[in-house]
Structure formats: structure tokens, C-alpha cells
């Protein structure tokens, strides 16, 4: 299991040096997520993907979730409606409205900034660069301990509590 660990460093060169320090430590590139104000060029650092900087996970479950049950809802009203045989259409109609709400969701996602990156949004409008390390449990006190001796200006902006190993 790993954890979301959140550091914000105030230039694109102090993010370089945290991010080598990283890969020194071993941390595999793709578990680095740089986000910064738009337009900031950020060289060969590791961007956060549209799954990091938007709300597109929590936007898919809420659409299914909801799609699940006005297509249970349309299945009954069908087969009030037209006489249909409840099982066949109460299939149908629940996971065609899960598929439908979960598609309709995610392209609401897709333009939705992320609700758990809220609390960084003035500090990356005020310039400052927002540095999300996936790290196993059993070595975040090793890579905390790392970046604080070797880069006391990256700011620990504390941990998400779980991320899947496959995201």
C-alpha cells in the first residue's frame, strides 16, 4: 500500500534537486507528480497526469453510482410501461444507466480540478511548486527524513492516507 506524501518548494530548481534526491532514494520516476502554475516550464520533471490534477476518479464513482440507480428506476417504469419481463430489463437498464452516468461523470471530471488538491490551489497560483511522492508505508519516515535533511525549504504539506498500488 502507499501513501500520498505532499511537499510545495518555491522554484522549479529546488523541485529538480528534491526530485534527483528522490531517484537517489530510489523512488521510481513514475511515482512523482510535479504540479505547478500553468505556464511554468518545468524542464524533465515528472508532471502530474490529468488523474492527479482533476477530479476525474471521484467524478466516474458518483456517476455510476447514480446511473446505477436511475437505470434501475427506467428498468421499473419499463416494465410497468410495456409489460416486459422485470429480470432481463432490469439488467439492461441498471448497467446501461451505470455505464451512461460513469461516462457522462468523467467528462464532468475531466474539466473539475481536483477536490483534494484544494488546499495548495493559492499556493500554486502565488508561484510556488506542488510535489506529490507515492511512497510504500514502510518508507516514508526514511524519505521524510531525507528531503528534511537535504532540502529544509521543502515544506511538508502532509500525507493522503491511501493510494492503490495501481492507480
Not at 506524501?5 to 528534491?18: F, H, I, Q
Not at 488523474?51 to 440507480?69: E, T, V
Amino acid at each position: 500500500m502507499y501513501r500520498r506524501l505532499y511537499y510545495l518548494l518555491p522554484s522549479v530548481a529546488k523541485t529538480e534537486a528534491l526530485v534527483n534526491q528522490l531517484l537517489l532514494d530510489r523512488v521510481e520516476f513514475g511515482k512523482i507528480h510535479v504540479l505547478a502554475k500553468e505556464n511554468t516550464p518545468l524542464g524533465r520533471l515528472p508532471e502530474a497526469s490529468a488523474f492527479q490534477k482533476n477530479d476525474i476518479k471521484r467524478s466516474f464513482f458518483i456517476g455510476a453510482f447514480i446511473g446505477l440507480f436511475l437505470g434501475a428506476l427506467a428498468g421499473i417504469a419499463l416494465h410497468q410501461a410495456l409489460y416486459l419481463p422485470m429480470g432481463g430489463i432490469m439488467i439492461l437498464t441498471t448497467l446501461g444507466g451505470a455505464v451512461l452516468g460513469a461516462w457522462f461523470a468523467t467528462m464532468y471530471g475531466l474539466i473539475m480540478p481536483n477536490k483534494e488538491l484544494r488546499p495548495f490551489k493559492d499556493a500554486i497560483e502565488n508561484g510556488e511548486i506542488l510535489v506529490m511522492i507515492d511512497i510504500e508505508k514502510r518508507r516514508i519516515d526514511e524519505i521524510e527524513k531525507d528531503i528534511e535533511r537535504l532540502l529544509p525549504e521543502a515544506h511538508f504539506q502532509g500525507m493522503e492516507p491511501r493510494i492503490p498500488s495501481f492507480p
